[in-house]
């Protein structure tokens, strides 16, 4: 058994180096939106890493360009210095312009761009937002507009320019059109939209978006298979996550990526390692945990500073993104008991053979992330 273990450890480790060289930080991001409808024209800003068009990856597929076949395109756009980039991209507009759908009253309008502000190369290994700004001529009349592009795009949030706190934000998957935006006032939504809207934003952010916070959940999974130990860690996990969440998304407290995201990788490395020594009881890993959660709060209050919540529709918005990630990680504990727990969770190998190896796994996956986020 000694042999085998060893044997699996080895291979988990080739396994976990594999996967951590493929995990570099090119996460998809949803693009933002901000449209202002006028009598005679709509001018739309869109807030994306442009060069996930212009290479033709598949963006509702791939939540990360270095899994996408157009990875190589995608990384030599990602190279070009602001001016030419905005060059190439002005090139394949006639082609790029074909996904974006502005519409009204079932006619299509040709989109021009206005600007394109292009940021620095910087680290490459960072996806950079440009704000791309184009516009179309409108109709005689009044009817509204609505905007949206192909589900190949990804993730689109459209939000309403002048409305104040109730104005309309659609967060747009699948090739979804926006709600129908007037000319001579603005949309406006209530607090129930919004609130099963952030649901699934947060789910979103777990599965399959948060990698590093599935890592983590199965870390807490694989401590114990038992109710209680389980149970204990993911509810302190989710009281500390849901409180700094809170003190983060209203401004409370701020700390930069930079800090944060290196620390949740931390994280991970520590609940893998501890599950292989085997070194705490339930009480103390509990309270640990739950410090962990702080921080992984942190890192979920980034994700709603992207939609740049209004303040009249924060509580709902807040309060539906927290039950989406709570339902993401119920759903990775659930998958990982019906895929091994189930099955060999009373074997008497199960904690060597499995809970060890795939602990070995998370712990060397978290600390490639720490070098990657604060030396490469």
Same mark, same amino acid.
């Given at each position: 058994?000694?042999?085998?273990?060893?044997?699996?450890?080895?291979?988990?480790?080739?396994?976990?180096?594999?996967?951590?060289?493929?995990?570099?930080?090119?996460?998809?991001?949803?693009?933002?939106?901000?449209?202002?409808?006028?009598?005679?024209?709509?001018?739309?800003?869109?807030?994306?890493?442009?060069?996930?068009?212009?290479?033709?990856?598949?963006?509702?597929?791939?939540?990360?360009?270095?899994?996408?076949?157009?990875?190589?395109?995608?990384?030599?756009?990602?190279?070009?210095?602001?001016?030419?980039?905005?060059?190439?991209?002005?090139?394949?507009?006639?082609?790029?312009?074909?996904?974006?759908?502005?519409?009204?009253?079932?006619?299509?309008?040709?989109?021009?761009?206005?600007?394109?502000?292009?940021?620095?190369?910087?680290?490459?290994?960072?996806?950079?937002?440009?704000?791309?700004?184009?516009?179309?001529?409108?109709?005689?009349?009044?009817?509204?507009?609505?905007?949206?592009?192909?589900?190949?795009?990804?993730?689109?949030?459209?939000?309403?320019?002048?409305?104040?706190?109730?104005?309309?934000?659609?967060?747009?998957?699948?090739?979804?059109?926006?709600?129908?935006?007037?000319?001579?006032?603005?949309?406006?939504?209530?607090?129930?939209?919004?609130?099963?809207?952030?649901?699934?934003?947060?789910?979103?952010?777990?599965?399959?978006?948060?990698?590093?916070?599935?890592?983590?959940?199965?870390?807490?999974?694989?401590?114990?298979?038992?109710?209680?130990?389980?149970?204990?860690?993911?509810?302190?996990?989710?009281?500390?996550?849901?409180?700094?969440?809170?003190?983060?998304?209203?401004? *409370?407290?701020? #700390? =930069?990526? @930079? /800090? +944060?995201?290196?620390? &949740?990788? !931390?994280?991970? $490395?520590?609940?893998?390692?501890?599950?292989?020594?085997?070194?705490?009881?339930?009480?103390?890993?509990?309270?640990?945990?739950?410090?962990?959660?702080?921080?992984?709060?942190?890192?979920?209050?980034?994700?709603?500073?992207?939609?740049?919540?209004?303040?009249?529709?924060?509580?709902?918005?807040?309060?539906?993104?927290?039950?989406?990630?709570?339902?993401?990680?119920?759903?990775?504990?659930?998958?990982?008991?019906?895929?091994?727990?189930?099955?060999?969770?009373?074997?008497?190998?199960?904690?060597? *053979?499995?809970? #060890? =190896?795939? @602990? /070995? +796994?998370?712990?060397? &996956?978290? !600390?490639?992330? $720490?070098?990657?986020?604060?030396?490469?």
């Amino acid at each position: 058994m000694a042999g085998q273990l060893i044997r699996a450890m080895l291979l988990s480790m080739a396994l976990a180096i594999t996967v951590a060289a493929q995990a570099v930080a090119h996460e998809i991001r949803p693009a933002i939106s901000d449209v202002e409808v006028g009598a005679e024209t709509v001018t739309i800003r869109v807030r994306m890493a442009l060069e996930g068009l212009s290479a033709g990856i598949d963006l509702e597929t791939y939540a990360d360009t270095n899994n996408a076949p157009e990875a190589d395109i995608y990384e030599v756009f990602r190279q070009m210095e602001p001016e030419a980039y905005a060059e190439a991209f002005r090139a394949d507009w006639p082609a790029v312009s074909q996904g974006f759908i502005i519409e009204v009253n079932g006619e299509r309008l040709e989109p021009e761009i206005v600007d394109i502000e292009v940021p620095a190369v910087g680290n490459t290994e960072l996806p950079r937002d440009s704000i791309l700004t184009i516009q179309a001529d409108l109709p005689p009349g009044a009817d509204p507009v609505v905007f949206g592009w192909r589900a190949s795009y990804g993730t689109l949030v459209v939000r309403q320019v002048g409305g104040g706190a109730d104005a309309y934000e659609g967060f747009l998957t699948g090739g979804d059109l926006s709600e129908p935006l007037p000319r001579d006032s603005v949309a406006t939504e209530g607090w129930g939209k919004v609130f099963v809207r952030y649901i699934g934003a947060g789910f979103e952010h777990i599965v399959p978006l948060g990698l590093d916070h599935i890592l983590f959940v199965l870390g807490l999974f694989f401590f114990a298979l038992q109710v209680r130990p389980l149970l204990s860690q993911v509810t302190a996990f989710t009281l500390a996550h849901t409180i700094t969440l809170a003190l983060a998304a209203t401004g *409370v407290v701020s #700390i =930069p990526p @930079s /800090v +944060v995201e290196p620390l &949740i990788a !931390a994280t991970i $490395v520590y609940v893998g390692v501890e599950n292989v020594l085997g070194g705490q009881h339930t009480r103390a890993r509990t309270a640990v945990v739950f410090g962990f959660g702080l921080l992984h709060g942190l890192g979920f209050a980034s994700v709603l500073g992207i939609y740049g919540i209004a303040s009249g529709r924060f509580v709902p918005a807040l309060v539906g993104f927290n039950i989406g990630v709570e339902l993401g990680q119920l759903t990775v504990i659930a998958a990982a008991f019906l895929a091994v727990g189930l099955w060999f969770g009373r074997k008497p190998w199960y904690r060597k *053979v499995i809970a #060890i =190896p795939a @602990s /070995v +796994v998370i712990s060397a &996956i978290g !600390a490639y992330w $720490v070098v990657e986020r604060t030396l490469l």
